[in-house]
């Protein structure tokens, strides 16, 4: 069992920066395969960006790649998601999921854990 906790929300002008935490328990976070999601009002949710266990992989949708960075601590049980040149477009709640397996998926429905997310805002 892996319980996830999503953290760094909030209200940022377009352009600037916010850095998402998503802290772990369980026993197993070095073995998961982690990513975010987001879900703006009335849409439906889509993938952010995962990462492998060890940190080597990492994966971005076309939307955001080269503006938001994934990375992870397993010491500390937290992957992080950094967010730059933020559109209002990326206005959503974010959500944090963790796979029990270590195979590379974008598909939330493969994922077995998820946080309740963090609201993120981006005002133009």
């Known amino acids: 069992q892996v319980h996830l906790v999503e953290s760094g929300g909030g209200l940022v002008q377009a352009g600037g920066s916010l850095r998402l935490s998503c802290a772990a328990s369980?026993?197993?976070?070095?073995?998961?395969?982690m990513g975010w999601f987001r879900q703006a009002p009335g849409e439906d949710r889509e993938f952010v960006a995962a990462?492998?266990?060890?940190?080597?992989?990492?994966y971005y949708a076309d939307s955001v790649k080269g503006r938001f960075t994934i990375s992870r601590d397993n010491a500390k049980n937290t992957v992080y998601l950094q967010m730059n040149s933020l559109k209002p477009e990326d206005t959503a709640v974010y959500y944090c999921?963790?796979?029990?397996?270590?195979?590379?998926?974008?598909?939330?429905?493969?994922?077995?854990?998820w946080g309740q997310g963090t609201q993120v805002t981006v005002s133009s």
């Open positions: 369980g026993r197993t976070f070095a073995s998961n395969f």
């Open positions: 999921a963790a796979r029990a397996l270590r195979i590379a998926t974008i598909q939330g429905s493969e994922y077995d854990y």
């Open positions: 990462i492998s266990w060890s940190g080597a992989s990492t």
